[in-house]
């Protein structure tokens, strides 16, 4: 995952680069308005896993992968007084998955399989920031939509146990609500054209996939079949960057 020093100063460096390539400029830019633009993203998809069970050898690992992926976003922005701006956005994201499997024994032949995928991630966020002539920062918070498809399966490649249809398998597909934070900076490089850098963090809720066997039965007893289950919670964060108009 990114190291959060990293990643602020990373921040820093970008708003002491703004400050000076903003006083070589010969206009200045309004704020307020309407915009839209388009972003591409470096993401880490983030899963802490837990098998209440043992279904699957052992309690499962946290998975993260990085992944690249990108969106959209509009807006609009008010200025209050003394160089305050708040506003709004909607943003869109497009997909990121994990496909990792966990061998459990040193030949590679057993183990368990983890396919997640994160649809169409759908935020509303509000927006506050401070304005510096042709330069922005700001802080985000809001709230998160995306679709989940899940699935987590034994493999035993010595019995052709390597799919749902044939092994213990956990899958969900589930819409799930979420949080999101953030922060960054917007710089006019043309009069209303502005580059974007930000971080966003988004966290979604928890989800139980009930275990089953390849007939798509329970494949806990009676008694345990509450417990038979695969939570997982996914979240990931972004470092972005973007383009946007204001009209």
């Known amino acids: 995952m990114f190291h959060t020093g990293r990643v602020l100063a ?4 970008a708003c002491i680069g703004t400050a000076s390539l903003v006083q070589a400029q010969d206009f200045t830019q309004d704020w307020e308005g309407f915009y839209a633009g388009v972003h591409l993203d470096g993401t880490t998809f983030s899963n802490t896993i837990s098998d209440l069970n043992n279904q699957f050898n052992s309690n499962s690992p ?3 992968v990085l992944d ?3 969106g959209v976003t509009g807006g609009y922005n008010y200025m209050l007084e003394n160089n305050l701006l708040v506003g ?3 943003d869109y994201t497009s997909s ?6 966990f061998s459990s024994n040193e030949a590679e032949t057993t183990g368990t399989q983890y396919e997640h995928d994160l649809e ?7 927006r506050a920031g401070i304005v510096n002539g042709n330069a922005l920062s700001f802080m985000t918070i809001g709230v998160a939509q995306g679709t989940t498809n899940f699935e987590t399966y034994e493999v035993d490649t010595g019995s052709a146990n390597d799919a749902c249809d044939t092994s213990n398998c956990a899958s969900s597909t589930d819409d799930l ?3 999101t934070v953030g922060f960054g900076m917007e710089w006019a490089f043309r009069e209303d054209v502005t580059a974007r850098f930000d971080v966003q963090h988004y966290a979604f809720e928890s989800v139980q996939a009930p275990v089953v066997n390849a007939a798509g039965d329970p494949a806990c007893s009676e008694g345990e079949t509450d417990l038979c289950t695969v939570g997982y919670a996914p979240d990931t964060t972004s470092i972005r960057v973007g383009i946007s108009y204001h009209f």
């Open 120 to 126: 169409s991630i759908l935020s509303l966020r509000g």
């Open 88 to 90: 709004a956005e909607l």
């Open 68 to 70: 690249y992926q990108g």
């Open 62 to 64: 946290q998975i993260s």
């Open 10 to 13: 990373a921040s820093a460096a």
């Open 177 to 179: 609500l979420g949080l």
């Open 96 to 101: 990121i998955a994990i496909d990792e499997f």
